[in-house]
């Protein structure tokens, strides 16, 4: 039987893997071992290490969990001295990973890296680095294998997993029972994040907006999906903030499909967002000595996945100073003009992402490196 060793550092990207997983197992035998969380535990996977011990924003963040990164690099290392696997699979989180990659070639371990890191948005000498360490890239947004293949990297894209698993799971009608929202009502979703130190930053500034929006907008529900991996004890000290915020466990999907607003931290969610066509506002800030040192790094415009896609800014963006005036603004302004006013813009990043089994064409770019 194959041995694969899968590393991933959030849950994002355990998400994505626990999917490839899934794949991969329909058309080959193989045992897993790695960094991950529950999901790739329910999959058979031999966890080592669990990522939220490890999952972290910016660069001084690092800081606060630097023994557990380096607990979870020796732990790895170890691991693949030991075990020399077949394939070594990388998901996302790039500053922990191309570490392991650099060490998994000295072993002349196979790697594969799925969801690569933005090389088009940070240093370019990532990319050289990849090249010398990463045997296979599989690209999910559509401009990256040209990017990619430009510096010399083996690239495929397969297309982006959410156009084909992002949909609300319930009818509107049966969501909104089960929620609470009547008829006539405006309804927001507010995404502070899937990390505790996310939901820290943003959440006061979202619900001073909400308090905002809501003396001019006459019925409002506003609902808060919580992230799978984030204890509900983390909005404690927001509780008289959220008295009128519906907190729901997960259906995310569902929430900003059938949202007139969303307001969302820079993220996947995003992208869920545009998949579904609801109007949207992005939000993100980080410690002031990650942001500086960010601005000199990041080569990009835009930092939310629509704009980038789209080249242009469909959804409002407010970065690191994030008021909660401006925000209510222009939520309401959203809200005036409706999901129509966005329609060809999420149509076209649609377009550009294309339809695929992102799944199933990565687990095929796999298979192949087992067949090796």
Same mark, same amino acid.
């Given at each position: ?26 058309? *080959? *035998? ?7 969380? &529950?999901?790739?535990? =329910? ?15 910016? +660069? ?49 371990? #196979? ?5 690569? #890191? ?13 090249? &010398? ?12 294998? &040209? ?21 609300? *799971? ?90 007139? +607003? ?43 996945? #629509? ?42 990043? +649609? ?5 695929? =089994? ?15």
């Amino acid at each position: 039987m194959r041995h694969i060793v899968l590393v991933t550092g959030e849950l994002s990207g355990e998400i994505h893997a626990a999917e490839l997983v899934r794949s991969i197992k329909r058309s *080959a *035998a193989v045992e897993l071992s790695g960094i991950g969380g &529950q999901r790739l535990r =329910d999959e058979g996977m031999n966890t080592i290490c669990d990522y939220r011990n490890i999952s972290l924003t910016g +660069l001084s963040e690092i800081f606060s969990k630097l023994r557990h990164i380096k607990d979870a690099y020796r732990g790895l290392k170890k691991h693949l001295e030991q075990t020399r696997p077949s394939l070594l699979i990388l998901v996302d989180f790039p500053g922990f990973n191309l570490k392991i990659a650099r060490f998994a070639k000295k072993l002349g371990i #196979p790697t594969v890296y799925f969801i690569p #890191p933005q090389i088009w948005a940070w240093r370019k000498k990532r990319a050289l680095m990849i090249k &010398q360490c990463v045997d296979k890239v599989i690209c999910v947004l559509p401009f990256e294998k &040209q990017l990619y293949e430009e510096y010399g990297i083996d690239a495929s894209y397969v297309g982006h997993p959410f156009v084909s698993t992002v949909r609300p *799971a319930n009818t509107k009608e049966a969501f909104f029972k089960k929620t609470g929202i009547g008829k006539g009502c405006t309804v927001i979703t507010i995404m502070p994040g899937s990390r505790e130190n996310e939901i820290a930053r943003h959440m006061p500034v979202l619900l001073k907006a909400i308090e905002k929006i809501k003396r001019q907008v006459g019925r409002l529900a506003v609902l808060l999906p919580l992230a799978d991996n984030i204890d509900v004890s983390a909005l404690d000290s927001f509780r008289e903030g959220l008295r009128d915020c519906t907190i729901i466990r997960g259906q995310s999907c569902d929430a900003l499909a059938y949202s007139d +607003l969303a307001i969302v931290s820079s993220g996947s969610a995003t992208l869920e967002a545009a998949i579904l066509g609801t109007p949207t506002i992005v939000i993100y800030r980080i410690s002031l000595f990650s942001y500086c040192i960010a601005r000199m790094l990041v080569t990009i415009k835009h930092i939310s996945l #629509p704009n980038i896609i789209a080249g242009k800014e469909v959804f409002p963006e407010f970065i690191q100073h994030i008021p909660s005036e401006k925000i209510a603004e222009k939520a309401i302004y959203m809200i005036n003009n409706g999901k129509d006013s966005i329609k060809k813009d999420t149509d076209e990043i +649609l377009a550009r992402l294309g339809h695929y =089994d992102s799944y199933e064409r990565a687990k095929d770019i796999v298979v192949e490196f087992l067949g090796k």
